[in-house]
Structures are given as structure tokens and as C-alpha cells.
């Protein structure tokens, strides 16, 4: 049988970020005399939610794009930069899914982590959160593709899960599991996925449930 590798999203699967980054990009708009009543709420947190991993500099970029500020797009990206370290001790990880994940390694899946961060960030908010990146067969960072993926497994079946369907950029994938960021039933979300692999990529039992 083919091996399989799961690979997981580290900001919103992994650990809780989106709703941490909305409110401090609000702090900071705010901190700049950038709100005013015609301002798009909904639109600005779509654009954050939805970029926010994309990099200080694009996002700034497309958040003063949108608030007609593109002069203080600079100032801003800095704003991001020294707002990405502090923001680390706020963040939270999803224990219930780490386990989940962990035990999908022992049912010999290999596990990966997709960040589109920076390998220091990404060291950085580990270690903060208390995420040991040694747990995982495989990183995958901005600079990385598929094709390294391929190379290491040959034709093992890829497996992406990610909160929203522009997460899979990682195409061509075997399977595109959306998962919501901090699913509070996680006990349902376990029967899916268990269901879900088991279904398209084993046809025995993956592991019991407690």
C-alpha cells in the first residue's frame, strides 16, 4: 500500500492566529487615524484572514490599498513585523488536534507541517506555543513546493488540510480536507477524519477511539 502524507496548516489548524491578527490589525489601523464610517469591516477582516500568512509587506500593502493610506504602507508593514513576535505569546495551540495528529503518526501516516512563514518565525512561534516541530516528518516553508514532497515520497498519496479552499496552492494533492480553525466538537471532527481516511486512503481501521 502507498504511504500517506497528511500534511497540516500551522496558522489555524495548528494553532489559533486569525483571531488574535484581527484584533491587533485593528489596534494598529486604529493607531494610525485610519478608521472612519464608510470603512468595509467585513471586507478589511477577509482581506487579513485571508492573507495574513502571504507576509507583512503584501499584507500591509493590500490593507492601505483599501483604506486609500497607500503612503503608509511602509510604516505599517513595520508595524506587522514587530507585531508578529509579540503576538506569539497570545497564541494557542490546538491540543485536542495535535494529539489527534500524533496519533495518526503512530497508525504510520506521515505528518507534515505547511507554514507560509519563515523558518525562524515559524521556530520562534513554536517554541512560544510549546509545538515540538520534531513531532513532524516533513516541514514545508514558503521556499519549498511539491516537488520536494514527490522527490522525498515518491508517490506516496498527499493529503492537505487547511481552513479555506485557497490554502491548497500545494497542487497537484490526492485529497483537500477544510477543517474550521478551532473546531469545538472535536470528538465529531476525529469521526470525520478517521472516516475520511479510511474511506479514500486505508481499509482498515486507522486506530480506536478512547
Known amino acids: 500500500m502507498k504511504s500517506t502524507v497528511l500534511i497540516f496548516k500551522f496558522d489555524g489548524i495548528l494553532i489559533n492566529t486569525v483571531e488574535i491578527v484581527l484584533r491587533r490589525i485593528w489596534q ?3 493607531n494610525f487615524n485610519l478608521l472612519s464610517d464608510s470603512l468595509d469591516v467585513s471586507k478589511i ?13 503584501f499584507l500591509a500593502r493590500i490593507i492601505c490599498a483599501e483604506l486609500g ?22 497564541f494557542r495551540l490546538n491540543q485536542e488536534r495535535l494529539r489527534m495528529i500524533l496519533r495518526l503518526s503512530n497508525a504510520e501516516f506521515l505528518i ?4 507560509k512563514r519563515d523558518l525562524v518565525t515559524l521556530q520562534h512561534i513554536s517554541r512560544v506555543v510549546g509545538l515540538d516541530l520534531s513531532k513532524f516528518d516533513c516541514i514545508l516553508t514558503p521556499s519549498d513546493s511539491l516537488h520536494l514532497l514527490r522527490e522525498k515520497y515518491g ?14 496552492q500545494l497542487n497537484p494533492l ?12 472535536e470528538q465529531l471532527e476525529e469521526d470525520y477524519l478517521v472516516h475520511y481516511l479510511e474511506k479514500n486512503f486505508l481499509q482498515e481501521r ?5
Open 28 to 30: 494598529i489601523i486604529s
Open 45 to 57: 477582516d477577509h482581506l487579513v484572514v485571508m492573507n495574513w500568512d502571504n507576509g507583512p509587506k
Open 69 to 90: 493610506a497607500q503612503d503608509q504602507a511602509t510604516k505599517f508593514e513595520r508595524e506587522l513585523i514587530n507585531l508578529e513576535y509579540r503576538m506569539a505569546a497570545d
Open 112 to 115: 507534515a507541517v505547511h507554514t
Open 155 to 168: 508517490d506516496a498519496n498527499l493529503v492537505y488540510f487547511g481552513n479555506t479552499i485557497s490554502d491548497s
Open 174 to 185: 490526492d485529497g483537500i480536507v477544510i477543517m474550521p480553525e478551532f473546531n469545538k466538537e
Open 206 to 210: 486507522i486506530f480506536e477511539h478512547a
